[in-house]
């Protein structure tokens, strides 16, 4: 049995292919070869097309989804602008495109539907330089801007939707000119570029683009995606090929089997000892470690696009578009031969670029060049140059919010949006704002929007409001703005309406010598240049003699009393007290020339006052119809005084008799339990104006946290406040909101505001743009920024509804008149008069 499998094998093995090779080579290639040419000629007509079809099917549909995938993730891109801050850390780049390794999405994720890429964008037009970067919509808002402001500390970001850097669409009458190509590697991607520079290598990219003309605009674009899986394993196949020294390429390597040996780093071996290149040999050693150096990190496919374009007219004929053309690659020469600075192992070599518009615009990376961080942080980064011309910078370094601080909701006032990170609202409880809140800003950089938010929040929430407004845009933007149901408490004082205004009498109060006082300190304030000590004696006796008169007392009748005998001499008969009487005496005394003489510096104050009708219908118009304590618990008093109307002092005058008496009304609230204290507020525009009292303005600020009043103060600059007065808000007026301040103010303010917020941060801080540090739960909170809001659109026809409801308060408030006890009328010597 044994002898008979042996002799089947044997015969199976005479019969095998092999035998037939062994015997006669060339006749089984030829069987072979004829067998092949027997199926092609059968098959080949049908196979052949369908083959082509399969493989043209196979580019054709890779090509159509992977541009859809790109529309896709393009769909809701956005560009966010990069504000660098005034020192930018070199290591920020490398800092940011390993935050941004996190964009990889999973790997069967990336077979279906791609992997999205970012593009780091140096836009130049003859405005300067703009450092941008684009994001697909899938990237998650505000992850790039966090990695961005974290990267580089104090740089500011600004999101917009994604337009192409150069329009795609021309003017009437114009075309689009453009020239642009792309900078690809030389040598095989395993071979790093340069990537360490004693200097900023991006200094000759900003510099090539300088003197664009109005028309022009030039853009160079590093698209950028992190890879990894089969793309990285093809860059370290590349990188043994290279190491190994054979090509990397599918050419190269067709080459090296018909010349084999020619490409080989080390000649082959031989019966002689090789001589040794070490010129050579220290290159591939170089080699060699950069090669692994390179492969070590996390690795981005890229690539990179350039293009200039200019407007021409529509009609231009070629032979005139040439030098325009001309001059267009010109530019577009000096802009790629500033990426030869990175040449090193590896260089750029330029690539036509067709539709260079198109292309840039478009913004797809198809495939690119394998760059390690380093080499891509070297290429797109922020510049660290201080002094690039045309780099728009940030002002100054965001700083977010401590954990704690307010952000919306009821019993929260509005202060604006975190410019640091993920925005979000931030604002001041009610309860912290009674510690009072100090607004300090040039003009035009934001205090009026932000104190008409507040101002808003507080009439919508029901809590009592007093504004004094000396410019009365603030006034007028509230009052268009307004909810109607709140018409009928609003109390508006307009210095520029022609209707009745409200009577608030300056000599009506329970504590006569408290209301004296409060009116002889803010005319001595607001006349401090030409007062005496004669010109006060004569305005305190004089309001202290109109007090004791029956009836409501009046600015008006103080003239008369000065100046009319036979109206003074009425007014004495009612006096009891022995000084005033003893002051009236000597006044009598005096002859006509010394009495003129004596009360002309008073005499001239009060004409110049009393001479306004808006004055004298406001201040003296008899009897007050408006009541202070009703406007604290829930009433809204607007007080406009027009500059350009009144004159600075009787502004100054009027807005500080209106604070005496809320601060009168607010002190009347001890006798109120304090539970039942409602919360009021008092805006004061340019307060250095208005705060003209006989009561120490640290004292009123550290009171009025009991009664339940907060007070916001603003104005422009710290010098504008006497030294004392400065001091006590400094110090009382405990949560500060700080606009972009002068030099010398923000070495002042600083103090506040260090470390987080430096002098510089203070004196370069944008429009609508804050330094805030503001109290949280009675403690002073960390400094930050933000961004204050816009006021919400006007209302149409608003402010003139207020207007006509709030007439009502203009009437005299009923009085109950004594139904017991009814006392004889004294003789009043105004009546007489």
Known sequence: MFAAHSVVAQAGILASPVQDYLRDPGGAVRVVVTALRDVVVSWGPVAGPVLVLVVAGIVVGRRWWARRCHDRMAADARVVTVLAPPTVDPDGAAALYSNLVGLLRPGWRRRIHGQPHIVWEYVFSHAGVALRLWLPGVVPPGMAERAIEAAWPGAHTRTTPGRPPIPLSSPPGKAVEAVGGELRLARTEALPIRSDFPADPVRALLGAPVGLATHERAVVQILARPVTGARVRTARRAARRARAGTSTTVAGRLLDLLTPHTGSRTPRATAK???????????????????????????????????????????????????????????????????????EHNYYRRVRLPRPVQAVAERRLTSGDLLSIPELAALAHVPTDEAVPGLQRAGA????????????????????????????????????????????????????????????????????????????????????????????????????????????????????????????SIFSHVYASSWGPRTEDILRSGLLTLRELPGTPTLTDLPKLLTVPAFRHRALEQISDDILTGFWTWYDDLSDASRAQVVAPLMNKLRGLLLRPFVRASLAGGESTVDMDAVLDGGICLVRLGKDALGMDTARLIGSIVVARTWQAATRRARIPQRDRRDASLYIDECHNFLNLAYPMEDMLAEARGYRMSMTLAHQYLRQLPRELEEGISTNARSKIIFSASPEDARHLARHTAPRLSEHDLANLGRFHIAARLVLDSEEAPPFTAVTEKLPPAIPGRAKEIRRLARVNTEPRNTPEPTENVQPVAFDPRRAA
């Open 273 to 343: 000892k090789p001589v040794v290149d070490h010129q050579t040999s220290l290159e591939t050693s170089a080699q060699d470690r950069v090669i692994v150096t390179k492969q070590r990190g996390s690795q981005y496919e890229t690539r990179i696009r350039y293009a200039i374009a200019t407007l021409v007219p529509d009609h231009t004929p070629s032979a005139e578009r040439v030098p325009v053309r001309e001059h267009l690659r010109g530019r577009g020469h000096a802009i790629a031969s500033t990426f030869a600075a990175y040449s």
């Open 397 to 520: 370094k965001a700083v977010p919010p401590p954990p704690g601080i307010a952000t919306e909701g009821p019993g929260v006032k509005p202060i604006g949006i975190t410019d640091s990170g993920h925005s979000r609202p931030v604002g001041l409880r009610v309860a912290d704002a009674r510690h009072h809140l100090h607004i300090l800003g040039a003009t035009g950089s934001g205090k009026s929007e932000l104190m008409g938010r507040m101002i808003l929040d507080d009439a919508d929430a029901g809590r009592g409001l007093v504004v004094i407004d000396p410019k009365g845009d603030l006034v007028a933007d509230v009052l268009m703005r307004l909810p109607a149901r709140l018409g009928e408490k609003v109390v508006l004082f307009d210095a520029d309406s022609r209707a009745r205004p409200p009577v608030l009498n300056p000599l009506e109060g329970a504590d006569t010598a408290r209301t004296v006082d409060n009116l002889v």
